[in-house]
């Protein structure tokens, strides 16, 4: 249909931001990445066979999706969330080995959280036991983080390696995880999209069917130099003020609050565990009152089993009457139960189509998934894979990671689009961390709001291996923060303030890498003053114009300071000048300390051996010395008050440099009018 047509000139999406700090990564697709595909003819009967079509090309997902911990073996949820598998692990109980796995792993954290060194000690003696004598995938897995980063264990990247290859051919997902990443940083790109799109299928099968749950980051719990109170305000689920308001708002008959505590139930957000049995009851209260999106949802609940019994004529019915309320995108989850045949006579694609065109015509991301879907396998419609493409694009902007999914298996098999391994490997990389291991950033997070820094810097670096950037930069910044609190461990207890500077330094760099301005500024820092490696100005002017390509002031400030004092950039008072400039443009907030840089810049120019250089040299606190200047000073009023004073000494100092030196000058003109004067008389 014509409005369907989508301009083919110029395509651009973005990936999802991964944080709040790190930049969004922009994909722009021109016609040479349109791979030509000729017309395959056309097949628009409602009784074609959807399983003809490749057998790589996945369909709508399976309604049948199998438990987050069955997706994930080996994973820690029976240690953190041990009601959540009761249910499944019921009937087969653990076998002795993996008990053994669990209690050690238990054991481990445990002793954390109690700061029991010698405990953690034994912890990780039973893990190795189990993995290098009894060949156990998980204990494996364990033990190549703990080598990795150097707890208890010596650092030994060879031998994390080792492991977490062993862990990966016995089914670890985690570390096939791991293992992708460090071939993704190595630009090994033919390696990393195979573990990749495994993982990224995985991710994909956890996904409801027919709604799609929301993108749930996880939190940073930091800006840079301070706690994010706020992020971690709206994370602490039933003891936060606003959910309190919210559930007493639903409780007095608010069909909107009822929904939204639902909601949050059923998909886990605002650091709720997911339980589809409240959310059920509020959806249930909430659609008394006629409330539309509790009804959809209700039809999602109903076709994916979730706390009831499966039934797919309920489902229809629900998402019916949220359709005629005009919620536009319960027609996509209509359209997916006329395309599978659930709830209806027989399948029906024509049907399907129509309801899915009323969701996209609505803007609905599923809509124009399934449409993509439908035209990529031909599914009631001509085969066409590049308006397929299209459609995904579309999804894709919207934050539909199925649609992601998609275009990287086009990219990666050079299906409608091009070959592109690195891109392949980026989009898969970003569907892969939406997978059921994302769970570990809720832990952290819990334990860490619950005040165990230790056990949350635990559950971050385990993260951080995975390639997740707001775990790598949430573990550096407990690193920096916290110090021993942070349970650092290596081979002979705490760590020293070397051996931290040292791992933050790696995570940030890490973090810096992918995209995170902030981490860039931090190793410029780290370069600048030699913490947790050598000090190079080099090495941290590279830093810094990295942050700075990211158009950060901080950095931009920094990189004038360092072209004023000629450290690790040519002295160079025109581009010192450009920077500081530049950072002002960017921040208004750092017009005091861009003030004082102009002041002793024009000092500088116009007086370079007077004695206000050598003042200015000699009081570096008036730079931010390459630290965070907004966060740490300009912020504080205090300190924003004794650098006023500070302007207010080096005005005064400046004045009475220039009387003293127009007192010399008269002094000597008057010294030439009476020697002169006598001739005159004569």
Same mark, same amino acid.
């Given at each position: 249909m014509q409005r369907h047509k989508l301009p083919l000139s110029l395509l651009i999406?973005?990936?999802?931001?991964?944080?709040?700090?790190?930049?969004?990564?922009?994909?722009?697709?021109s016609q040479e990445d349109l791979k030509d595909i000729?017309?395959?003819?056309?097949?628009?009967?409602?009784?074609?066979?959807?399983?003809?079509?490749?057998?790589?090309?996945?369909?709508?997902?399976?309604?049948?999706?199998?438990?987050?911990?069955?997706l994930d073996p080996g994973s820690w949820r029976p240690i953190f969330e041990p009601d959540a598998t009761t249910s499944s692990t019921s009937a087969s109980k653990l076998d002795p080995e993996m008990e053994q796995y669990y209690s050690a792993v238990e054991k481990m954290f445990s002793a954390v959280s109690d700061s029991e060194v010698r405990v953690v000690e034994e912890a990780v003696a039973e893990i190795e036991e189990l993995a290098t004598v009894k060949g156990n995938s998980h204990a494996q897995s364990v033990l190549g983080f703990l080598y990795g980063l150097g707890q208890i264990k010596e650092r030994d990247k060879a031998k994390a390696f080792l492991y977490h290859h062993f862990a990966?051919?016995?089914?670890?997902?985690?570390?096939?995880?791991?293992?992708?990443?460090?071939?993704?940083?190595?630009?090994?790109?033919?390696?990393?999209?195979?573990?990749?799109?495994?993982?990224?299928?995985?991710?994909?099968?956890?996904?409801?069917?027919?709604?799609?749950?929301?993108?749930?980051?996880?939190?940073?719990?930091?800006?840079?130099?301070?706690?994010?109170?706020?992020?971690?305000?709206?994370?602490?689920?039933?003891?936060?003020?606003?959910?309190?308001?919210?559930?007493?708002?639903a409780q007095k008959g608010n069909a909107g609050a009822m929904f939204k505590i639902g909601y949050f139930h059923y998909f886990g957000l605002r650091g709720l565990r997911r339980d589809h049995a409240k959310a059920l009851a509020w959806f249930s209260k909430a659609v008394e009152k006629g409330e539309p999106r509790s009804m959809e949802l209700l039809?999602?609940?109903?076709?994916?089993?979730?706390?009831?019994?499966?039934?797919?004529?309920?489902?229809?019915?629900?998402?019916?009457?949220?359709?005629?309320?005009?919620?536009?995108?319960?027609?996509?989850?209509?359209?997916?139960?006329?395309?599978?045949?659930?709830?209806?006579?027989?399948?029906?694609?024509?049907?399907?189509?129509?309801?899915?065109?009323?969701?996209?015509?609505?803007?609905?991301?599923?809509?124009?998934?399934?449409?993509?879907?439908?035209?990529?396998?031909?599914?009631?419609?001509?085969?066409?894979?590049?308006?397929?493409?299209?459609?995904?694009?579309?999804?894709?902007?919207?934050?539909?990671?199925?649609?992601?999914? %998609?275009?990287?298996?086009?990219?990666?098999?050079?299906?409608?689009?091009?070959?592109?391994?690195p891109m392949a490997t980026a989009l898969y990389k970003l569907v892969a961390e939406r997978g059921p291991w994302n769970s570990l950033s809720r832990w952290a997070l819990e334990s860490y709001l619950k005040g165990d820094v230790g056990k949350a810097f635990l559950?971050?670096?385990? &993260?951080?291996?995975?390639?997740?950037?707001?775990? %790598?930069?949430?573990?550096?910044?407990?690193?920096?923060?916290?110090?021993?609190?942070?349970?650092?461990?290596?081979?002979?207890?705490?760590?020293?303030?070397?051996?931290?500077?040292?791992?933050?330094?790696?995570?940030?760099? %890490?973090?810096?890498e992918q995209g995170n301005e902030h981490a860039a500024l931090l190793i410029g820092d780290a370069y600048y003053y030699g913490r947790g490696t050598e000090r190079d100005y080099e090495r941290a002017a590279e830093?810094?114009?990295?942050?700075?390509?990211?158009?950060?002031?901080?950095? &931009?400030?920094?990189?004038?300071?360092?072209?004023e004092h000629g450290e690790g950039l040519p002295l160079d008072l025109h581009l010192a000048k450009r920077y500081y400039d530049q950072a002002l443009e960017i921040d208004p907030a750092a017009k005091l300390p861009v003030t004082l840089a102009l002041a002793s810049l024009w000092i500088r120019k116009n007086h370079a051996d007077s004695? &206000?250089?050598?003042?200015?040299?000699?009081?570096?606190?008036?730079?931010?010395?390459?630290?965070?200047?907004?966060?740490?000073?300009?912020?504080?009023?205090?300190?924003?008050?004794?650098?006023?004073?500070?302007?207010?000494?080096l005005t005064v100092l400046y004045f009475r440099e220039r009387q003293r030196r127009n007192a010399a000058v008269e002094v000597d003109i008057h010294g030439q009018h009476i020697h002169h004067a006598p001739a005159a008389l004569n």
């Amino acid at each position: 249909m014509q409005r369907h047509k989508l301009p083919l000139s110029l395509l651009i999406f973005s990936l999802l931001p991964l944080s709040l700090l790190a930049r969004p990564y922009f994909l722009i697709l021109s016609q040479e990445d349109l791979k030509d595909i000729p017309s395959s003819p056309t097949t628009t009967s409602s009784d074609v066979d959807p399983n003809e079509s490749p057998p790589e090309w996945d369909e709508f997902g399976d309604s049948d999706s199998k438990p987050e911990h069955e997706l994930d073996p080996g994973s820690w949820r029976p240690i953190f969330e041990p009601d959540a598998t009761t249910s499944s692990t019921s009937a087969s109980k653990l076998d002795p080995e993996m008990e053994q796995y669990y209690s050690a792993v238990e054991k481990m954290f445990s002793a954390v959280s109690d700061s029991e060194v010698r405990v953690v000690e034994e912890a990780v003696a039973e893990i190795e036991e189990l993995a290098t004598v009894k060949g156990n995938s998980h204990a494996q897995s364990v033990l190549g983080f703990l080598y990795g980063l150097g707890q208890i264990k010596e650092r030994d990247k060879a031998k994390a390696f080792l492991y977490h290859h062993f862990a990966a051919d016995g089914g670890s997902l985690q570390s096939k995880s791991a293992l992708a990443y460090t071939y993704y940083r190595q630009l090994m790109y033919e390696k990393a999209v195979k573990l990749y799109a495994e993982l990224a299928e995985v991710a994909v099968n956890s996904f409801l069917i027919s709604k799609d749950s929301p993108v749930i980051e996880p939190v940073r719990i930091h800006n840079g130099a301070e706690e994010n109170k706020e992020a971690l305000r709206k994370s602490r689920g039933e003891d936060d003020d606003v959910f309190q308001i919210l559930e007493y708002q639903a409780q007095k008959g608010n069909a909107g609050a009822m929904f939204k505590i639902g909601y949050f139930h059923y998909f886990g957000l605002r650091g709720l565990r997911r339980d589809h049995a409240k959310a059920l009851a509020w959806f249930s209260k909430a659609v008394e009152k006629g409330e539309p999106r509790s009804m959809e949802l209700l039809g999602e609940i109903y076709a994916r089993g979730a706390g009831v019994e499966r039934n797919y004529t309920k489902a229809l019915e629900w998402l019916t009457l949220a359709a005629k309320q005009q919620l536009y995108s319960a027609y996509n989850g209509m359209g997916y139960l006329y395309v599978k045949g659930y709830g209806v006579q027989k399948k029906n694609y024509s049907k399907a189509k129509e309801y899915f065109e009323r969701a996209a015509d609505h803007k609905d991301a599923g809509g124009h998934y399934n449409l993509g879907v439908m035209h990529l396998k031909g599914i009631g419609v001509k085969r066409d894979v590049r308006l397929a493409c299209q459609y995904f694009i579309v999804a894709a902007n919207a934050g539909q990671p199925k649609a992601f999914y %998609q275009l990287a298996k086009m990219f990666h098999m050079g299906v409608g689009l091009k070959k592109n391994l690195p891109m392949a490997t980026a989009l898969y990389k970003l569907v892969a961390e939406r997978g059921p291991w994302n769970s570990l950033s809720r832990w952290a997070l819990e334990s860490y709001l619950k005040g165990d820094v230790g056990k949350a810097f635990l559950l971050y670096s385990r &993260m951080a291996e995975l390639g997740y950037e707001i775990a %790598q930069s949430n573990a550096a910044w407990i690193l920096d923060k916290y110090a021993e609190g942070s349970m650092c461990m290596g081979e002979s207890g705490f760590c020293t303030d070397s051996e931290r500077h040292q791992r933050a330094h790696s995570l940030w760099w %890490q973090a810096s890498e992918q995209g995170n301005e902030h981490a860039a500024l931090l190793i410029g820092d780290a370069y600048y003053y030699g913490r947790g490696t050598e000090r190079d100005y080099e090495r941290a002017a590279e830093a810094y114009m990295h942050a700075k390509s990211q158009s950060n002031a901080q950095a &931009m400030f920094n990189l004038g300071y360092m072209h004023e004092h000629g450290e690790g950039l040519p002295l160079d008072l025109h581009l010192a000048k450009r920077y500081y400039d530049q950072a002002l443009e960017i921040d208004p907030a750092a017009k005091l300390p861009v003030t004082l840089a102009l002041a002793s810049l024009w000092i500088r120019k116009n007086h370079a051996d007077s004695f &206000m250089v050598h003042v200015i040299d000699s009081l570096p606190g008036v730079y931010p010395k390459i630290k965070a200047w907004v966060e740490n000073i300009i912020l504080e009023e205090g300190n924003a008050a004794i650098l006023t004073l500070f302007v207010c000494l080096l005005t005064v100092l400046y004045f009475r440099e220039r009387q003293r030196r127009n007192a010399a000058v008269e002094v000597d003109i008057h010294g030439q009018h009476i020697h002169h004067a006598p001739a005159a008389l004569n």
